[in-house]
T-cell receptor
Framework: DTAVSQTPKYLVTQMGNDKSIKCEQNLGHDTMYWYKQDSKKFLKIMFSYNNKELIINETVPNRFSPKSPDKAHLNLHINSLELGDSAVYFC??????????FGPGTRLTVL | QQPVQSPQAVILREGEDAVINCSSSKALYSVHWYRQKHGEAPVFLMILLKGGEQKGHEKISASFNEKKQQSSLYLTASQLSYSGTYFCGTEINTGNQFYFGTGTSLTVIP
């Protein structure tokens, strides 16, 4: 039983395209996150959602938008993809102030 | 606001000890520690809450000095399986703001 799942695992696309990454958790957690890990391995928080409300929105381009249809899902939509968007994107979930459980990651490559 | 970790990288022989430090410029509510192996997602090791409590997990333990806004991860008698990149993660008092540190690459060799 996968706790946090992401699809797709790999995503290769052309510059300018729009793409989405899906995330689902079956742990009953209240908070979900999206992280970007670049080639230097830095883990940068992009968004977090608590009970369907955005509580952190880091200085990411507005081409990125999180969508949470319900407490178990937090999808990431990216418009007009750029070369610099190439990275591994991780979804995670947790109870407040508690350990975070990560999904397996989505490796996005923009050509 | 990203915590700074030191050292950036360390190479150990099996059985040796290591300390990884995490320092923040902000007052902290809690510190998390995670390990990430190559090609995998980060995995939770432990969390330390405000109060300076030291926690242990097998041969890995950690401390949290909230006055200095610092945490240290102690790895004793290292094993090959300890290899990976270690990240601290900090929650700031002012809300649910969570930031991962700069990371420390640890390699254990036979």
């Amino acid at each position: 039983d996968t706790a946090v799942s992401q699809t797709p695992k790999y995503l290769v696309t052309q510059m300018g395209n729009d793409k989405s990454i899906k995330c689902e958790q079956n742990l009953g957690h209240d908070t979900m996150y999206w992280y970007k890990q670049d080639s230097k391995k830095f883990l940068k928080i992009m968004f977090s959602y608590n009970n369907k409300e955005l509580i952190i929105n880091e200085t990411v381009p507005n081409r990125f938008s999180p969508k949470s249809p319900d407490k178990a899902h937090l999808n990431l939509h990216i418009n007009s993809l750029e070369l610099g968007d190439s990275a591994v994107y991780f979804c995670a979930s947790s109870h407040p102030y508690n350990e975070q459980f990560f999904g397996p990651g989505t490796r996005l490559t923009v050509l | 606001q990203q915590p700074v970790q030191s050292p950036q990288a360390v190479i150990l022989r099996e059985g040796e000890d290591a300390v990884i430090n995490c320092s923040s410029s902000k007052a902290l509510y809690s510190v998390h520690w995670y390990r990430q192996k190559h090609g995998e997602a980060p995995v939770f090791l432990m969390i330390l809450l405000k109060g300076g409590e030291q926690k242990g997990h097998e041969k890995i333990s950690a401390s949290f000095n909230e006055k200095k806004q610092q945490s240290s991860l102690y790895l004793t008698a290292s094993q090959l399986s300890y290899s990976g990149t270690y990240f601290c993660g900090t929650e700031i008092n002012t809300g649910n703001q969570f930031y991962f540190g700069t990371g420390t690459s640890l390699t254990v060799i036979p």
